[in-house]
């Protein structure tokens, strides 16, 4: 897998597995944690949700200036680490309030920024050396697939660990009784008829629940702490891939004297005299745009679109027009071809991470809460991981033309096929899932379907057919809305929750998993189509003295997607379910267009 590639894309690509495990455990449980533990709506959680996941995106900006000014990116990466893993501590003790909550979600967002671009970056220097350029966007996916795999264990260990403290306290799990039990405890439940029959259900011993008021405070608090250990499990990833980190570290590329002079040169020469428009302008853009979205969330009465979402715009606002001005003729064409991808990919991001949030909910709400032995295998963590070696070795079988390697996947697929059958006989008929596990879907479709998207990419590249870096954002978009479609149409025909009044969704509302399995199946092909593509051509195009500074505006242009995210959340209770999805489809279909209108200037940049 890492043949033809330098020993550093090995240390790189442990050290993001490690940090992305325990990011990713996080990102599983956050929404649930913050409705479960402080009776949040699905609207508020999502704000916060959407602001979390603008920060550590935005801050990625304030690491690449401070990589790109010392020179130091490894030092910055390692400060990251450090940093992220006082955040998730401070999550991670019991009994913490909204407030502290908060405070450790901003920790793991700074440290985050240090890292998350500056790592990026890292691999890109990788491959400035001409033995390895060609390598570079399957570096990317390499690189990628990391990520993922930290990702695909995430959700299992999040969801075990709940489940876990739950039963020590004699409790089993049910998505729908933290909001009840919120209600119960506030007094806005009228029928306690739903609450007493889950609660009922609920426990293990048997014994019907007597004192309802007492059950809902102790369901929440047992519930809550639950996902503070898994917020521990995170802070010890964490550990993890600061260890890899410090052992393997040299192996990673670091500035020489030589190049750091040699950039130094440049952006001296490049300088021109100081020109306060260089500051006024970027400043009075970001104060218009800030006051523009102000002005639009007034007048349409809408308290999500405010000055804090034009805070978020106009830092990216701020940022393209800083980086026109301070760019010199020569850079300007590459430096424009990058924030023009920049912007499409905030539409992007807008709409497939709702996985981490109205696709959570609808995991949680309209999907059933048991499935048969088959489906179920697919929702342990055990049998799936043997369902994945079956698959494996049939691969292995069946493409290899190595007598011994055939041998070994035919041995896989009878073991682990067997292991497979045999789990399936120990499930009973119905078997209880949880909305978190959902999440591991993504990371496990990467880590499967990364080698054929490369193997694609290299058969069609070998014939000179390979599709530019802006032609596979492009397509990543067109697939994107089609993930989306897929997901529309499970919705069809389900009470939409601004009918349900708070009340838990009826089981007549329920769909099968495999609806929102094919959608997260097509989503990860748009997100390898455009994600890793867009990291390589942030890293081909950006001018080397801004490789931490434009790779930070790749992510900016994330956080400002990640920001709009409340657009689901926001919309979830108020329009029906299809219409919701449907917001996503145009999204991704418009921003495709447009990438197709301007291709040509795109793939010019990258020459």
Not at 143 to 151: C, E, K, L, P, V
């Amino acid at each position: 897998m890492f043949k033809n590639h330098p020993k550093g894309l090995i240390v790189a690509f442990f050290t993001n597995m490690g940090e992305r495990f325990g990011f990713y455990t996080m990102m599983a449980i956050l929404v649930l944690f913050l409705q479960a533990k402080f009776g949040l709506s699905e609207s508020v959680a999502g704000d916060y949700y959407s602001w979390f996941y603008f920060a550590i995106y935005a801050l990625a900006l304030i690491g690449g200036i401070v990589a790109d000014k010392t020179k130091k990116y490894k030092t910055v990466i390692l400060f990251g680490q450090i940093i992220m893993f006082a955040g998730y501590a401070v999550i991670a003790v019991p009994g913490m309030s909204l407030n502290m909550t908060l405070v450790g979600l901003v920790i793991i967002a700074l440290g985050n920024g240090f890292f998350k671009g500056n790592l990026q970056a890292v691999v890109g220097q990788l491959y400035d050396n001409p033995q390895y350029s060609k390598q570079r966007d399957n570096a990317f996916m390499l690189f990628y697939m990391g990520i993922n795999i930290g990702a695909f264990f995430a959700p299992f260990i999040a969801s075990g660990i709940r489940d876990w403290w739950l039963e020590v306290h004699g409790f089993l799990h049910d998505g729908s009784l933290p909001s009840l039990c919120h209600q119960m405890i506030n007094h806005t439940l009228g029928d306690t008829t739903q609450l007493q029959a889950l609660a009922n259900s609920v426990i293990i011993s048997g014994q019907p629940v007597v004192d309802l008021k007492a059950f809902a405070q102790n369901y929440i608090d047992v519930f809550s702490r639950g996902y503070n250990w898994a917020f521990a499990i995170a802070a010890g990833a964490m550990i993890v891939s600061l260890l890899v980190y410090l052992i393997f570290n040299k192996l990673l590329p670091s500035k020489s004297k030589e190049e750091i002079a040699s950039m130094i040169k440049e952006k001296t020469e490049s300088k021109k005299q100081v020109n306060l428009l260089q500051y006024v302008v970027p400043t009075v853009l970001f104060g218009l745009t800030t006051f523009t979205f102000y002005i639009i969330g007034e007048l349409l009465g809408v308290k999500e679109i405010n000055y804090k979402t034009g805070l978020a715009v106009g830092l990216f606002v701020a940022f393209v027009s800083y980086m026109f001005l301070i760019s010199t003729k020569e850079e300007r064409p590459r430096i424009n071809a990058l924030c023009i991808v920049f912007f499409v990919v905030i539409f992007f991001w807008m709409s497939f991470h709702q996985n981490g949030l109205t696709l959570t909910l609808f995991a949680r709400d309209y999907t059933v809460k048991e499935v048969g032995e088959f489906t179920f295998l697919f929702f342990n963590l055990k049998s799936i991981l043997c369902v994945i070696a079956t698959i494996g070795g049939a691969v292995l079988a069946l493409s290899s033309k190595n007598t011994k390697r055939r041998i070994v996947g035919t041995v896989l697929v009878l073991i682990f096929g067997a292991l497979s059958y045999y789990l399936t006989t120990t499930y009973g008929e119905k078997n209880p899932i949880s909305p978190e596990t959902f999440q591991s879907f993504n990371p496990l479709f990467i880590v499967a379907l990364t080698p054929l998207v490369m193997g694609l990419f290299t058969y069609l590249g070998k014939r000179d057919k390979d599709p530019s870096t802006p032609r596979k954002i492009g397509l990543g978009m067109i697939i994107a809305a089609i993930g989306f479609i897929i997901v529309l149409v499970a919705s069809l025909n389900l009470v939409s929750p601004h009918l349900l009044g708070g009340a838990a969704t009826p089981d007549s509302s329920r769909v099968y998993p495999y609806w929102l399995m094919s959608s997260y199946l097509v989503l990860t092909i748009a997100e390898l189509c455009l994600s890793p593509m867009g990291l390589s051509f942030v890293s081909k195009v950006a001018p080397s003295r801004f490789q931490g500074l434009m790779q930070g505006g790749w992510l900016l242009a994330t956080a400002v997607g990640n920001k709009f995210l409340f657009v689901g959340s926001l919309m979830w209770g108020r329009i029906d379910l299809y219409l919701l999805w449907g917001i996503f489809v145009i999204c991704c279909l418009l921003s495709a267009a447009f990438i197709f209108l301007i291709i040509k200037r795109l793939e010019k940049a990258t020459k």
